[in-house]
């Protein structure tokens, strides 16, 4: 099984050199940064990290979502791994995600409310909300998913070809576990642990963001 590794950049300096040299790279053969434009050293600090077979591809369209679907395009592993540059999600994860895939799962998330499972960077506004989206996700779809809104995850490509995905923003976290349920994509989740960044500031809008996440849950498939 080739392995992809997808990771969005949005002046992510300070971060994203710490992620990718933290990337198992015997388990990921292939990474694709997809950078929105970066106005500080993030392009340069990712190509220290990078091998020459790995790819920078400079977003078109901006957007958390448009980052993955412009990847999508050009991405040849069997298996598509899917995460952020911050550091909160943690590379040596990768190695349980992609053996959870390989058991036969379509789909596999990676959850921080699943048994085992933490976050170290939630406030008390993400736990509630996360958990509220998380429960309403699940209730209006009919999935069974402790953490809809933490895209850390692995997608086999032929399960991903399914899914005709179109959300340019963090809405997109929520189109694809709702449309890979309605797939019947084989789905599994395994816990991790969210570090804090290691740099920065989110770029998540609670309520802009939220906005747009809520419609989604609500929209019929």
Known sequence: MKVSLIIPTLNEQGCIGRV???????????????DGRSSDNTVAEARKELRKKDKIIYQKDMGYGAA?????????????????????????????????LKEGYDYVI??????????????LLRLLGNKIFTWMTNV????????????????????????????????????????????????AEVPVV?????????KVNPLIHGLKILK??????
């Open 216 to 221: 989604i849950i609500l929209r019929p498939y």
């Open 110 to 123: 990676a959850s921080r409310y699943a048994k085992g499972g933490r976050s170290e960077d939630d406030t």
């Open 140 to 187: 209006v779809h009919g999935i069974n998913t402790t953490d809809s809104l933490y895209l850390f995850t692995a997608i086999s490509k032929q399960g991903l070809d399914k899914l005709k995905l179109k959300s340019k923003e963090f809405e997109f976290c929520t189109e694809i576990i709702v449309k890979a349920h309605k797939a019947g994509l084989k789905f």
């Open 194 to 202: 969210e570090r804090p960044r290691f740099a920065g500031k989110s």
């Open 68 to 100: 993955f679907l412009e990847a999508f395009k050009v991405v040849s592993g069997d298996c598509i791994v899917m995460m952020d540059a911050d550091g909160s999600h943690n590379p040596k994860d990768i190695k349980q995600i992609v053996d959870k």
């Open 20 to 34: 990718l040299s933290e990337v198992p790279k015997k388990i990921v053969n292939e990474i694709i940064i997809v």
